[in-house]
């Protein structure tokens, strides 16, 4: 089919290239949003957009679990966040183990040395991160992956593992670890912040085109535009559109591409 990147898509010929939108990593079990889930729900189906919904700990894998139960439109991520490394990894395996015909993917896991105060911490994250990419391996899941300066060690570590789905979330490298990742087969997502910083969209320029995708990491604040206010879901198509105007694609087209990156990195 001939597309003119200039032109809305109208007609029935075109309808299979309108698609939803999938915020790849937000935390609606947060407490943030507890007050107004339903509300968000709601908008979710009248706004068309899925959602990657990510844990830290046991008691958010939880209320994941339970969320994906009131809504198709949430897809439940579980594990822990290297924030929370410390905690007991017997539960969360069990609840993996549980529920994995439920789960999605496991996320958010990580390494972030901000986190951890000697080199014990650090290797405790490690510990937690390996258990959570051989569950992932072992389940065939994708993962959400926090990399906070921590890039060059989680490459080092993503090859010993086959796992289909590799997404590094808010991915904030320079272009020759990009180019690594990439390598690798990894997907990257871009949200909010790309919408005012300029390295953010020079990484997205340089970004493979079947490898991107978006998100929103809600509730993290984000500063200029966004005055600092809890990021809401509904932030996404502005995030899309962004895109699509460094990209010089529109964005119909480009949600479509994100939306097949999207069904690719989830093996849906
Ligand atoms: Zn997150």
Partial sequence: MQIDLYRPFQGENEKNIMSWLTDTHIHLSDDEYS????????????????????????????????????????????????????????????????NSSQITGIGEIGLDKTYVSNQDGFKRQETVFHKMLSIAEKLNKPVSIHSRSTLEEILSILPSYSISGVLLHWFA????????????????????????AK????????????????????PVRFSRCFAM??????????????????????????SYEIGQNTNRYLGV
């Fill in 35 to 98: 007050q107004d889930i339903q509300f968000i729900i709601r908008s979710m189906e009248k706004i068309k957009i899925r959602a990657c919904c990510v844990s830290m700990d046991l008691h958010s894998s939880e209320k994941t679990l339970d969320l994906s139960k009131k809504t198709k439109l949430v897809f439940p991520f579980v594990g822990i966040h290297p924030e929370k490394a410390s905690n007991d990894l017997d539960p969360i395996v069990e609840l993996i183990e549980k």
């Fill in 173 to 196: 490298g320079n272009k020759k670890q990009l180019k690594k990742t990439m390598d690798l087969g990894c997907y990257v997502s871009y949200g909010p912040a790309m919408i005012y």
């Fill in 199 to 218: 390295d953010k969209q020079v990484l997205l320029s340089e970004t493979n085109s079947d490898k991107i995708l978006v998100e929103t990491d809600g």
């Fill in 229 to 254: 206010k809890t990021a809401q879901i509904t932030f996404l198509p502005s995030v899309v559109f962004c895109a699509a105007k460094i990209l010089k694609k529109t964005y119909d087209v480009l």
